[in-house]
């Protein structure tokens, strides 16, 4: 009789954040594959696309920490991009191909007269060289094959749009805090048509993710290294649990903590004076812990705590 044999994953066994600080030039896949060679680790996945012109934040998940990157993902964030007005680019951005110019650039006043129109809950239309699916086919490769994509708008969220520097005539700087799925491409061409003019991101760098600060950032070629030297130091990941330190806190005793790693819920009742106050009691995540180990986490709904996402190992 035939066995089936499975094949053990090559690599280590980590689990951990590194908040990657990424360069211009190189994509989000390709960061990932090299941080994952570099620490010879099983799994790695990224929390939140950059485009390659991009730098910034690029947090890593590796092992267990993967299970936890759509809380980052749908976390704040924070960016600061440069406009430059006068061309419009079919990509939006600097790697794209003039499609439109015009000679006339907004004064500082009429560019923040158009801020609040981009701010709050909006509908964006996302830029054509983007990874949306049109008939199961990703944009960008449709837009590079030089079909037409036609994208609709989707539900967006801008919490804070400000201008915050103007070097010149040509250019504006703004710093964006955003939820999940805004393009900052978008943005920029949209407050320059909205001022009457044309225009594209030339820079563009996020500062934060969810619970990730800029002071967490880690350089790319702190860790990767050319030739034959020993995988970086795994002091410089953070905790899984780092990136949940946005989820209220909710302490259980162990007896409980094994009823939910069976998924069984637990009632509210008898969590009384346990349950964080910040806390939604209608569908809000909270962060279960026993004692100083995560347990995972949970969500409090029609008065009782259901596990969600368990961490058996972390």
């Known amino acids: 009789m035939a066995r089936n044999f499975r094949k053990k994953p090559r690599g280590r066994e980590i689990d951990g954040w590194l908040i990657i600080d990424k360069p211009s030039g190189i994509g989000s896949t390709d960061v990932?594959?090299?941080?994952?060679?570099?620490?010879?680790?099983?799994?790695?996945?990224?929390?939140?696309?950059?485009?390659?012109?991009?730098?910034?934040?690029?947090?890593?998940?590796?092992?267990?920490?993967?299970?936890?990157?759509?809380?980052?993902?749908?976390?704040?964030?924070?960016?600061?991009?440069?406009?430059?007005?006068?061309e419009a680019r079919d990509s939006d951005d600097a790697d794209g191909a003039v499609i439109e110019t015009t000679d006339f650039r907004p004064t500082d006043e009429a560019i923040r007269a158009a801020l609040p129109a981009f701010t709050g809950d909006i509908m964006q239309v996302p830029p054509i060289f983007s990874a949306i699916k049109v008939n199961g086919e990703r944009a960008y490769d449709l837009a590079r094959d030089g079909q037409a994509v036609a994208l609709e708008a989707r539900p967006a969220r801008v919490d804070r749009f400000e201008l915050v520097a103007r070097p010149d005539a040509d250019t504006a700087e703004f710093e964006v805090q955003s939820g999940k799925g805004v393009y900052m491409r978008s943005l920029a061409r949209d407050i320059a048509r909205a001022t009457g003019a044309v225009g594209h991101v030339v820079a563009l760098r996020r500062l934060r993710v969810g619970p990730f600060k800029e002071a967490?950032?880690?350089?790319?070629?702190?860790?990767?290294?050319?030739?034959?030297?020993?995988?970086?130091?795994?002091?410089l990941l953070l905790p899984v649990t780092t990136a949940l330190a946005d989820i209220p806190a909710l302490a259980v005793i162990e007896g409980e903590a094994a009823r939910l790693s069976f998924g069984q819920a637990l009632s509210l009742v008898d969590l009384m004076g346990r349950v964080p106050s910040e806390a939604d009691p209608d569908g809000g995540l909270v962060r279960v812990m026993a004692g100083g180990r995560f347990v995972g986490l949970c969500r409090l709904e029609e008065g009782m705590l259901r596990p969600e996402r368990l961490m058996a190992s972390a």
């Open 32 to 86: 990932v594959n090299k941080v994952k060679r570099a620490f010879d680790a099983q799994k790695a996945g990224h929390g939140g696309t950059l485009d390659p012109l991009a730098t910034g934040l690029l947090p890593i998940a590796f092992g267990h920490a993967t299970k936890t990157v759509p809380y980052v993902m749908d976390g704040t964030k924070v960016y600061r991009f440069t406009l430059r007005f006068g």
């Open 216 to 235: 967490d950032g880690v350089p790319l070629d702190k860790i990767v290294v050319t030739g034959d030297t020993p995988p970086p130091s795994l002091d």
